[in-house]
């Protein structure tokens, strides 16, 4: 696609409650990131997907969180028994090969705004 | 690990010029990028630094030190457009090579 398409755009979900977010990043682009970001807060790193390799799953905060990449291009962010805490925007990333010395630019999506009621 | 400090809030006028200072601390450094990020919206590429020096882009303007773990951005002839959070985000890994962002800076243009 043109550019990284996240949905949904809002959710609002019961504490307690599982959600998914989904992301579908940049055609072509083998690396992906999700990051969350609180109101006001700055962007936390939380998952990097790159080509087939193992992800790097440091910045997940609990082990309620978890996240998948099928077939090499769609990603999956699955919260399981929210908490109100987990209120924040998740916003994907896309880069062509990963960021480094070659200077791969990494392009966000629009960015999920969860709210656990 | 890292450790990435920037200014929690700046102001300035119209016309004006302002730098955005960026220190950090990363394992396995591959380069720093700054971000620009308006309210309610997701961040926007502005810059790329890997050897040390200035790169000019523009009114954008980025330098980066390597030997001391420090960045700018120099924004020139500011717009009111320019009020903004600006994000500095080093390259950190050996292996796998991760962005991690600062806490940025939120800019305030006034008239």
């Known amino acids: 696609g043109a550019g990284v398409s996240q949905s949904p755009s809002n959710k609002v979900t019961e504490k307690g409650k599982d959600v998914e977010l989904r992301c579908d990043p940049i055609s072509g682009h083998t690396a992906l990131y999700w990051y969350r970001q609180s109101l006001g807060q700055g962007l936390e790193f939380l998952i990097y997907?790159?080509?087939?390799?193992?992800?790097?799953k440091s910045g997940l905060p609990s082990d309620r969180f978890s996240a998948e990449r099928t077939g090499g291009s769609v990603s999956t962010l699955t919260i399981q028994r929210t908490q109100q805490e987990d209120s924040a925007v998740y916003l994907c990333?896309?880069?062509?090969?990963?960021?480094?010395?070659?200077?791969?630019?990494?392009?966000f999506g629009e960015g999920s705004w969860l709210t656990v009621v | 690990g890292q450790n990435i400090d920037q200014p929690t809030e700046m102001t300035a006028t119209e016309g004006a010029i302002v730098q955005i200072n960026c220190t950090y601390q990363?394992?396995?450094?591959?380069?720093l990028f700054w971000y620009q990020q308006h309210a309610g919206e997701a961040p926007t590429f502005l810059s790329y630094?890997?050897?040390?020096g200035l790169e000019e882009k523009g009114r954008f303007s980025s330098f980066l030190s390597r030997s001391k773990g420090y960045s700018y951005l120099l924004l020139k002839e500011l717009q009111m457009k320019d009020s903004a959070s600006y994000l500095c985000?080093?390259?950190?890994?050996?292996?796998?090579?991760?962005?991690?962002f600062g806490t940025g800076t939120r800019l305030l243009v006034s008239p």
């Open positions: 997907f790159q080509g087939n390799s193992a992800p790097d």
């Open positions: 990333a896309s880069s062509l090969r990963g960021t480094g010395l070659s200077g791969n630019t990494i392009y």
């Open positions: 985000a080093p390259c950190q890994g050996t292996g796998f090579q991760k962005l991690v």
């Open positions: 630094n890997v050897l040390d």
């Open positions: 990363t394992s396995g450094f591959n380069g």
